[in-house]
């Protein structure tokens, strides 16, 4: 195993700049958890917390081409459990199906606004497995590293700060292999209200 043509380690806190537009490829990291339900193909794609009742899925998101190609980043998306609304379903489950439209809208070229019986088909899938692979463009930003058990904080990570859907102004450009400047991304304070592809995303749903 020659392993001359490797590059050089990446160093703790190398983060990806907070703005950068890329385009990412979803893997889902099977946790062995199933809920009731769900496709037989999904049967153990799950991963259940373990301080909480959350089932979610473990994402594993991969850089595709640029300057940061084969940069990973991480993210659990709740599926079920955790925090209730009014009307009983479960919060983060509302946040995951905004995120998950936006992605397939980014990935098949679908308007947010286009309603037609074949965007509407697009929007919809039999299981979360068939979701493995699907490549979109977003916008990153960088999450602060939270508190630890035993002191200090756990080190700041990449994440997906925004969704680029068709009809925003970089997403023309992205999909004809230019490149964008990178945007400032959403600010500390409103990340911790939620990730900015949230709220546009469900208004859309």
Not at 39 to 47: E, P
Request: proline content about 6%.
């Amino acid at each position: 195993m020659d392993l001359n043509d490797a590059g050089s380690q990446l160093e703790r806190g190398n983060l990806i700049p907070a703005g950068t537009f890329v385009k990412l490829a979803l893997h889902i990291r099977p946790g062995g958890a199933s809920a009731p339900g769900l496709d037989a193909m999904d049967q153990g794609l799950l991963t259940q917390s373990k301080s909480s009742d959350v089932l979610m899925l473990d994402c594993e998101f991969t850089v595709m081409g640029g300057p940061h190609n084969g940069r990973k980043l991480w993210s659990n998306l709740t599926v079920a459990g955790g925090k209730l609304d009014d009307k009983g379903a479960s919060k983060g489950w509302n946040v995951t199906k905004s995120l998950l439209r936006a992605i397939i809208e980014s990935a098949t070229a679908t308007l947010p606004t286009d309603m037609s019986d074949a965007a509407k088909a697009k929007r919809v899938f039999q299981g979360f497995k068939q979701l493995d692979g699907i490549q979109f463009w977003a916008r990153l930003g960088i999450e602060p590293g939270g508190a630890r058990d035993g002191g200090g904080n756990y080190p700041d990570k990449s994440r997906v700060d925004h969704v680029v859907l068709p009809g925003e102004p970089e997403y023309a450009a992205l999909a004809a292999g230019q490149e964008v400047k990178p945007a400032a991304a959403t600010p500390a304070a409103a990340a911790a209200k939620g990730p900015a592809w949230a709220a546009p995303a469900a208004a859309a749903a």
